[in-house]
């Protein structure tokens, strides 16, 4: 099955339910038909390891929106 190419979107959150007092950095994947969270996640108490992470793959950061969920802190791209 040829699904296209995928769109790989990193969504930062803090001290979401399952990770208390956590930065939790996880990847959401959109391809054609098809999106949904991916099971590849890291956490850290501190947000620059996550940050740095997302700036070695030449990421860029957009910055958390008004509609966001409380969670969000930002998004890369």
Known sequence: MDTGE???IW???WS???MPDHFVLRRH???KGVHGPSPEA???KDIEPLRD???ERQLHCIPRQP????HIVEVWL
């Open 53 to 55: 992470k997302m700036r």
């Open 11 to 13: 969504t930062m959150y």
């Open 67 to 70: 509609g966001d969920e409380p």
């Open 6 to 8: 995928v769109l790989n």
């Open 16 to 18: 979401p339910l399952d």
């Open 42 to 44: 890291y956490w850290c």
């Open 29 to 31: 994947v959109v391809m």
